[in-house]
């Protein structure tokens, strides 16, 4: 199996702008145990806000205002969820 794209977005949102970028992948990025590789930021006036990521060596994690922050991933409709509260709370 290849990786495949689930989904991609770039848009104006609020203040900044929302880039998203999710893969079904054939095997787990470890140490994720999920076939899900996952990139989402929301980036205002050229600086990370919010962002969410499964990098490899570190996992399922989310930044909030220059923290890292473990995240625990359930499935991609909770992923983008989470994600957007995020952000609007950010926003306000």
């Known amino acids: 199996m290849k990786a495949r794209l689930l989904y991609r977005i770039k848009e104006a949102y609020g ?4 880039e998203a970028v999710i893969w ?4 787990a990025v470890r140490p994720s145990t999920h076939r899900i590789k996952y ?9 990370r806000v919010v962002g969410y990521d499964n990098e490899r060596g570190k996992g399922d994690h989310r930044h909030r205002h220059g923290a ?4 625990v991933f359930k499935d991609v ?3 983008l969820r989470d994600f957007l509260q995020d952000v609007k709370e950010a926003e306000s």
């Open 68 to 71: 890292e922050l473990r995240y």
């Open 15 to 18: 203040r900044g702008v929302i």
């Open 39 to 47: 990139r989402l930021v929301y980036v205002v006036d050229g600086v």
């Open 77 to 79: 409709p909770t992923l």
């Open 24 to 27: 079904d992948v054939p095997q």
